[in-house]
C-alpha cells in the first residue's frame, strides 16, 4: 500500500499553518491537531510517523489525512 502524501502550494501551507495557529489561540485543539498532521504529511512524513510525533494512533492520523483530501476534493473534512 503507497502511503498518502498530500501535497499544496506555498499559498495553500501557509493558509492552513495560520488556520492551525488560530484554531490554538481559539482553543479548538483537536483542529490544530489535524491541521498539524496535515501539514507533516504535506512536509514528506507518513502516517506512522505523525502519529508518532503528534502522539495519536495511527489509523486516526490516516483518517484525518484521508477526510482531508477527501474534502479537498469536495467531500467531508476535519471533523470527526
Sequence with gaps: MRPRMLQFSSKKRAVLANLRKEAQRAGAYR????????????????????SRILEAP???????????DARENG???LAG
Excluded at 34 to 44: E, T
Design 31 to 50: 483542529v490544530a491537531k489535524r491541521l498539524h498532521a496535515v501539514l507533516l504529511n504535506a512536509d514528506g512524513r507518513t502516517s506512522g510517523e505523525v
Design 58 to 68: 495511527r489509523s486516526a492520523v490516516s483518517d484525518w489525512l484521508r477526510n482531508f
Design 75 to 77: 467531500d467531508i473534512g
